[in-house]
C-alpha cells in the first residue's frame, strides 16, 4: 500500500511539472567558430549575416584551436577570450544589426540582423 501511495504521488508531482507555462518560451540559437577562424574572415562565424528575432540568444560556440572573441563593433557586448572548447551567450533584446569581430584575428567579422 505504502509503495503504491509514494508512485502516485511521484506520478502527481510529475505531471505537475509537466504542466504548460504562461511564460514565453527561450529562442536560441549557436554560432559556431570554425577550426582554423583566423583565416576564413566573413566565413569563420558560421552563418554570415545570422538573422534571428528579438529575445533570442545567440550562444557562440568556439571549435578553434586558439582563443576568439566576438565583440560587438559598437560596444554592445563583448564576449571576452573564449578559449578553445569555451563558448558565449548574449541575449539580442532589441530588434537592429549588430555587426562584430574578433579582436585578437580582426578579419574574422559576423553580422547578426534581429528583426
Do not use: E
Not at 87 to 94: C, E, L, W
Not at 103 to 114: L, Q, Y
Amino acid at each position: 500500500m505504502r509503495v503504491r501511495l509514494l508512485s502516485t504521488l511521484a506520478l502527481l508531482v510529475a505531471l505537475v511539472g509537466c504542466g504548460s507555462s504562461n511564460s514565453p518560451s527561450t529562442n536560441a540559437t549557436t554560432i559556431s567558430i570554425a577550426a582554423g577562424a583566423s583565416l576564413l574572415t566573413t566565413t569563420a562565424y558560421g552563418v554570415n549575416p545570422l538573422t534571428i528575432t528579438a529575445g533570442t540568444t545567440v550562444k557562440w560556440v568556439n571549435n578553434d584551436t586558439m582563443a576568439h572573441t566576438a565583440t560587438s563593433d559598437t560596444g554592445v557586448w563583448d564576449s571576452g577570450q573564449i578559449s578553445s572548447g569555451g563558448n558565449f551567450s548574449f541575449t539580442f533584446k532589441t530588434a537592429g544589426t549588430y555587426a562584430y569581430h574578433c579582436i585578437n584575428h580582426p578579419g574574422m567579422v559576423g553580422v547578426i540582423i534581429v528583426v
